[in-house]
């Protein structure tokens, strides 16, 4: 990505444009830890903690200040992010998307 974002500084016809920046597919936050995990080598095992739960914690924990994870972050994860036109990126600077699971292999 960082070549991408350099070529971007030295085209003029990108002024002024954004460009969405993700992945071809839709990767859950459960599959890239789990996939954190495997590319480690180390086996951890891990616990699924269903939604509510964790608003509830995360509203408990902000009351006292000690909250890892804000409201607003949590509102974030639970909207997902979803690239619309990532495809525009690849097709004005001519990059191939790599799916996750094999750039993976550069963590």
Same mark, same amino acid.
């Given at each position: 990505?960082?070549?991408?974002? $350099?070529? $971007?500084?030295?085209?003029?016809?990108?002024?002024?444009?954004?460009?969405?920046?993700?992945?071809?597919?839709?990767?859950?936050?459960?599959?890239?830890?789990?996939?954190?995990?495997?590319?480690?080598?180390?086996?951890?095992?891990?616990?699924?903690?269903?939604?509510?739960?964790?608003?509830?914690?995360?509203?408990? $924990?902000?009351?006292?200040?000690?909250?890892?994870?804000?409201?607003?972050?949590?509102?974030?994860?639970?909207?997902?992010?979803?690239?619309?036109?990532?495809?525009?990126?690849?097709?004005?600077?001519?990059?191939?998307?790599?799916?996750?699971?094999?750039?993976?292999?550069?963590?």
């Amino acid at each position: 990505m960082s070549a991408t974002f $350099a070529a $971007a500084l030295e085209m003029d016809s990108t002024i002024g444009e954004t460009f969405d920046v993700g992945g071809p597919s839709v990767v859950e936050y459960e599959d890239i830890v789990r996939e954190i995990v495997d590319v480690s080598g180390k086996k951890r095992g891990s616990v699924h903690i269903p939604l509510p739960i964790i608003e509830v914690f995360v509203r408990g $924990a902000t009351v006292f200040g000690s909250s890892p994870l804000s409201m607003d972050q949590l509102t974030m994860l639970k909207e997902g992010s979803v690239v619309p036109n990532g495809e525009r990126l690849y097709q004005v600077f001519g990059v191939e998307p790599i799916p996750f699971h094999i750039a993976r292999e550069d963590i």
